[in-house]
């Protein structure tokens, strides 16, 4: 187990190495081994690790990343070990090769959901900003300045044949979409999976903040694929279970003013105008599911607030609806004829007057004004 540290350390230079595909993939399973090694012999591997900090077997470890890449030193032995396995993970999810940073990505987000119990609160900490914003930053980086030129070949095979790829993945920047996709998905269901404890840690309302700023600018810059993600994500944040309470409405408050963002700032020109379309019925769909769960949190509107709903609620109305989809998003039924995103702007004023028929009655003066 002394080596243990070291091992991981090595087997992530593996998962860098760029001669062959399978050696990394192989590495990233290692990983999970280790981490499912950690996680049955939790106890065996936790004393023999904290005897470690007073022998000279530490001289050892403290050559390797153990100690050097995180704040390991403030955390127990055996969440330092666990850091350093995210720590490595989180390397190959920025990856050159598109299928690294998947495989990678979800071994890592696999093992936060499936052993994140075993972590102290101030692991989590470490977690959040050195190990999950992380990512995030450094995939919209890579975004940012990835290609948007056809790729004709895959950039992992050393065969001079050429291989098809499909439209959707032919370019560095749509790979690289792809995997923000996965990212940002992933690092939400953490968050909702263990809301209820991070919201005890110090300074979480920061992250987030941090957290829905990132979802507001991939829904805002990105291509529709992000966008879409983006939303889905945002609504996962917002179903908490009922079993989880969070006395603070702050963190609503923040999630409303990043609807409502969001709402006024995609009636803008995209960035990419073929993408500009695509955000109609089905992105507005996602979007307004999520008054009803911001409904709900905060309880009820004022006057204003529900001026500014409204506006959105008209931006998703006048959205159009492409000649090509119509046929999917449109009834044929004559008696039926709205939209899905009519449909859902009908709900959202039926949850309104069904739950604040005393709000209703006490501000519809100040409303029609």
């Known amino acids: 187990l002394k080596c243990l540290p070291v091992c991981l350390e090595v087997i992530s230079k593996y998962g860098l190495q760029e001669q062959d595909l399978n050696i990394s993939l192989s590495s990233i399973g290692l990983m999970w081994n280790i981490a499912d090694y950690l996680n049955q012999h939790q106890s065996t591997v936790q004393l023999e690790m904290e005897s470690l900090r007073n022998t000279t077997l530490n001289v050892t470890i403290s050559s390797s990343l153990f100690l050097q890449s995180l704040p390991h030193n403030s955390l127990p032995v055996f969440d330092a070990v666990w850091m350093l396995l995210f720590t490595c993970l989180s390397d190959l999810c920025?990856?050159?090769?598109?299928?690294?940073?998947?495989?990678?990505?979800?071994?890592?987000?696999?093992?936060?959901?499936?052993?994140?119990?075993?972590?102290?609160?101030?692991?989590?900490?470490?977690?959040?900003?050195?190990?999950?914003?992380?990512?995030?930053?450094?995939?919209?980086?890579?975004?940012?300045?990835?290609?948007?030129?056809?790729?004709?070949?895959?950039s992992s095979s050393s065969s001079p044949s050429s291989?098809?790829?499909?439209?959707?993945?032919?370019?560095?920047?749509?790979?690289?979409?792809?995997?923000?996709?996965?990212?940002?998905?992933?690092?939400?269901?953490?968050?909702?999976?263990?809301?209820?404890?991070?919201?005890?840690?110090?300074?979480?309302?920061?992250?987030?903040?941090?957290?829905?700023?990132?979802?507001?600018?991939?829904?805002?810059?990105?291509?529709?694929?992000?966008?879409?993600?983006?939303?889905?994500?945002?609504?996962?944040?917002?179903?908490?279970?009922?079993?989880?309470?969070?006395?603070?409405?702050?963190?609503?408050?923040?999630?409303?003013?990043?609807?409502?963002h969001i709402g006024r700032e995609v009636t803008h020109d995209r960035p990419n105008e073929e993408d500009k379309f695509l955000l109609s019925q089905d992105f507005f769909i996602n979007l307004l599911q999520l008054f009803p769960l911001l409904h709900k949190k905060l309880n009820s509107f004022t006057p204003q607030q529900l001026k500014l709903a409204f506006q959105v609620f008209n931006t998703a109305l006048l959205s159009p609806v492409p000649k090509d989809?119509?046929?999917?998003?449109?009834?044929?039924?004559?008696?039926?004829?709205?939209?899905?995103?009519?449909?859902?702007?009908?709900?959202?004023?039926?949850?309104?007057?069904?739950?604040?028929?005393?709000f209703q009655s006490k501000h519809s003066g100040k409303l029609n004004n």
């Open 325 to 358: 989809v119509s046929p999917f998003l449109v009834p044929m039924v004559h008696e039926n004829t709205m939209t899905s995103v009519q449909r859902l702007v009908l709900y959202c004023l039926s949850s309104l007057i069904t739950t604040d028929d005393v």
């Open 163 to 260: 291989i098809l790829i499909h439209h959707s993945r032919d370019t560095a920047q749509k790979q690289w979409a792809e995997t923000q996709v996965i990212v940002l998905t992933g690092v939400s269901r953490v968050v909702h999976t263990r809301l209820d404890s991070l919201f005890q840690l110090e300074g979480f309302e920061r992250a987030w903040t941090t957290l829905l700023n990132i979802i507001t600018n991939c829904t805002i810059n990105g291509t529709n694929e992000v966008a879409v993600a983006a939303v889905s994500s945002f609504q996962l944040l917002l179903q908490t279970p009922d079993s989880v309470s969070i006395p603070s409405t702050s963190l609503w408050e923040k999630a409303w003013s990043v609807w409502l």
């Open 94 to 154: 920025v990856n050159e090769h598109s299928a690294i940073r998947k495989s990678a990505a979800q071994t890592l987000f696999t093992a936060l959901s499936a052993h994140g119990s075993l972590l102290q609160p101030s692991t989590w900490q470490a977690v959040l900003w050195q190990v999950l914003f992380t990512i995030l930053e450094k995939v919209l980086e890579a975004i940012t300045s990835s290609s948007s030129s056809t790729l004709t070949t895959s």
